[in-house]
């Protein structure tokens, strides 16, 4: 149970994901911006996170909120210009904050400049840039795929003009790239290198098991169809592709991570995306990673199961409990000592967390109704802007932001609950200060416990020090017997050092090494 001494920055960090269009608006048009990121750079820093994750904010026909990329290389004017986001790298890098993009590669915009050369006619230079094919015999799409959205819809668009279908693992107006054309790893390259050079200090990389596909395009068979493909799609000539992006990346000083999006239904596959510590530095293991329900057993498994996929090959794991494309965990799990007990495990588990905004803030999904529904997958309720005060507007310069406001945002914002000691907000802070100066909890080994059922029990050690988190997930009390002092409490700012023996109903406590109490 040693782990280095040295490490790189990512391993011991906490990452704050940022939905930019719901951090906070600047100039009244009611979507968020790169000018609300910065203007809320000290919540970060007072919270206490090292590195923030912004979803894309390149520019895009916003068909997929950003996740259709027109140009890769400029800032869509709705966030900024690219001297805000110049900005924002340099105010957060001042208070020592990281700043990851969000880098889509599988696909572009039917807008990107090259799609529309490649859908131009059949002999542009850009056509096999992306995947077209003949229909099949009977007219329709080469194959049975289907797209993640809208649900129920074929993965291909026929073109009437060039007579061709083009594939699609999402929106028609996501296109997916031909990445076995080495033009467009070159291109997408560039890409890379020129948000490096700029100063970026790593990406998360969208539907990064995608980027290889089996040239035959064979149809799913029986049992999977109707599956979306981009949920099965997992192809061994992505990893080359990977081997030579993290070769591109670890030749920047600074250690640059690239953080794969890897969702894959069935498989257990995921651990082979690390390679030989060859290529992504970390990955999310989703889905597995956001449908952990609410169980004690379930998260034993769970992570068992991480264990043992990464601990053979020396890789890192990533935690995260909510995102923008799930509902969020405050929601799935039903209460707010839930929320609290999972931050604490989350934070405490060894590997790096990530952190959804909002969710220090304890918000459930917002309700939308029917008429405001924008979203063509369904998940507009965990990207409701975030409610910055208890006033009418929310801190927010107009009362009506682009999706409706999460509930009760008048008592659930940042200012009321910053207020509030015993708020959930203090608690994220609490426990990300004890991680921070805690290095068996930073970068320490890790080992499930017994313990008695509907409770969760694990140690983390290093260099001898041992800290141990026990969450209670049940309804009612629990007996456990544990060693240590009560370093902190889900549920309690103040906690009493001495550990009664028992949990109260759905708490979490970490039990400290040190014998004397905790300084407060
Ligand atoms: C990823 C993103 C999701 C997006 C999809 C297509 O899953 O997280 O928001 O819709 O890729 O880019
Ligand atoms: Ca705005």
Same mark, same amino acid.
């Given at each position: 149970m040693i782990a280095p001494m040295s490490v790189p920055w990512w391993q011991g960090a906490v990452v704050y994901q940022i939905y930019p269009r719901s951090f906070l608006d600047t100039n009244s048009d009611g979507v968020g911006d790169l000018e609300g990121i910065r203007r809320r750079l000290d919540h970060l820093a007072w919270l206490g996170v090292d590195a923030v994750w912004l979803s894309p904010i390149f520019r895009s026909p916003m068909k997929d909120y950003g996740y259709d990329v027109s140009d890769y290389c400029d800032v869509d004017p709705l966030f900024g210009k690219l001297a805000d986001l110049d900005r924002l790298r340099d105010d957060a890098h001042a208070r020592g904050i990281k700043l990851l993009l969000d880098w889509v590669p599988n696909h572009t915009s039917d807008e990107h400049p090259w799609f529309r050369a490649a859908r131009s006619r059949r002999s542009d230079p850009r056509r096999d840039w992306y995947v077209w094919r003949d229909p099949a015999a009977d007219g329709g799409p080469p194959n049975n795929w289907m797209a993640a959205f809208p649900p129920q819809t074929k993965a291909w668009t026929f073109d009437e003009a060039t007579g061709q279908y083009y594939l699609h693992m999402f929106l028609p107006g996501q296109p997916d790239l031909d990445w076995r054309n080495p033009a467009v790893e070159a291109a997408m390259h560039d890409v890379v290198r020129f948000w490096l050079d700029r100063g970026i200090d790593g990406f998360r990389v969208d539907v990064v098991h995608g980027l290889g596909k089996d040239p035959a395009l064979p149809d799913e068979p029986p049992h999977l169809a109707g599956i979306p493909h981009c949920a099965l799609n997992d192809e061994p000539s992505t990893h080359p592709l990977l081997r030579r992006l993290r070769a591109l990346v670890d030749?920047? &000083?600074?250690?640059r991570v690239l953080i794969g999006e890897v969702w894959l239904l069935l498989a257990t596959t995921h651990a082979e995306y690390f390679g030989a510590g060859d290529e992504l530095h970390l990955l999310f293991e989703l889905p597995a990673a956001v449908r952990t329900p609410w169980d004690a057993g379930a998260w034993r498994q769970r992570i068992a199961a991480v264990q043992a996929s990464h601990d053979p090959i020396a890789a890192w794991p990533t935690w995260v409990n909510?995102?923008?494309?799930? &509902?969020?965990h405050r929601t799935r799990f039903g209460s707010e000592e839930a929320a609290r007990a999972a931050a604490v495990l989350l934070l405490t588990l060894r590997g790096t967390p990530f952190l959804y905004a909002g969710e220090e803030l304890g918000l459930e999904d917002a309700v939308v109704p029917r008429e405001r529904v924008l979203d063509p997958g369904g998940r507009d309720g965990c990207r409701a802007p975030i409610p910055w005060s208890a006033a009418p507007t929310h801190g927010w310069p107009t009362a009506d932001p682009w999706l409706p406001w999460p509930p009760d945002a008048t008592a659930r914002n940042a200012q009321t609950l910053r207020d509030d000691p015993g708020s959930i907000l203090h608690l994220y802070r609490r426990v990300l200060a004890l991680r921070r100066r805690t290095p068996a909890l930073r970068v320490g080994g890790m080992a499930l416990r017994d313990a008695p059922e509907g409770v969760l029990a694990f140690v983390r050690e290093h260099e001898g020090e041992r800290w141990t988190t026990l969450v209670n997930f049940t309804d009612d009390p629990q007996p456990v017997a544990a060693p240590g002092c009560v370093a902190l409490a889900s549920d309690d700012p103040l906690p009493d050092p001495r550990f009664t023996g028992v949990l109260r109903p759905r708490q979490a406590i970490v039990l400290g090494a040190q014998s004397s109490p905790p300084s407060r």
């Open positions: 030749r920047y &000083p600074g250690d909510s995102n923008h494309d799930i &509902p969020r």
